[in-house]
């Protein structure tokens, strides 16, 4: 394996229709290639108690769901998926790649709910006692261009039935996130063509990857 440092933590972020899932296998192939051993992962989810929260989460239900109630759900499976998870593996010196985590809630409860960042922040001190991604690559997009895309999948979840507006929000918070902590985030451009997006990404990876050696 190629020897690089024990127990990174990367994660991928951005809003509806960027093409996160088909580039998380893309990021998976840069690490394959590079020999590292890790782990894939997703939020909310990643253990059969946080994906049964999810599933409360996504299911679209004619009872309105309570903004604090959701930002408790999301920070409840959070906390069960880094006791079991992405704690012990980072731990024992594997690298975790996991679709989205504590930005997307400063970007969909934050920016697209309106609540608190000073709530969302002291949330994230009990639940992650310190622990943040060592890089974190966020796909950017106009949102008309990824709901266009979204919609495209079949039916949408309660997530991706929220109005422009919201999305508005939740892309603007991320960007917010991603000017204030530069050395964390790499923005990539996800309007070009696949190989665009991807040839981003891995000038991302290698020079994330050099600097672990």
């Avoid at 959701?70 to 731990?91: G, K, N, T, W």
């Avoid at 204030?180 to 990539?188: E, L, N, Q, T, V």
Wanted: hydrophobic share 40%.
């Amino acid at each position: 394996m190629t020897t690089v440092k024990p127990g990174c933590f990367i994660t991928l972020e951005g809003t509806e229709g960027v093409g996160k899932s088909t580039n998380l296998r893309f990021i998976e192939s840069v690490l394959e290639q590079h020999q590292i051993d890790y782990q894939l992962t997703r939020e909310p989810g990643g253990t059969p108690l946080a994906e049964q929260v999810r599933e409360l989460l996504l299911a679209n239900r004619d009872e309105k769901v309570a903004d604090d109630a959701e930002l408790l759900l999301v920070f409840a499976a959070r906390a069960q998926h880094l006791d079991q998870v992405v704690r012990p593996a980072v731990d024992a010196g594997r690298w975790v790649l996991c679709d989205r985590f504590t930005d997307a809630t400063f970007a969909y409860q934050g920016g697209g709910r309106g609540l608190s960042r000073e709530l969302i922040s002291q949330l994230e001190t009990i639940v992650q006692r310190g622990l943040q991604p060592d890089l974190t690559i966020l796909l950017d997009l106009p949102v008309e261009i990824g709901l266009s895309r979204a919609s495209q999948r079949g039916e949408l979840d309660r997530f991706e039935n929220e109005k422009i507006e919201f999305f508005d929000r939740v892309r603007n918070a991320y960007l917010d996130r991603a000017g204030s902590d530069p050395k964390r985030f790499a923005i990539i451009d996800a309007s070009g063509t696949l190989e665009q997006v991807q040839e981003q990404i891995a000038q991302v990876l290698n020079t994330f990857l050099a600097k672990q050696r």
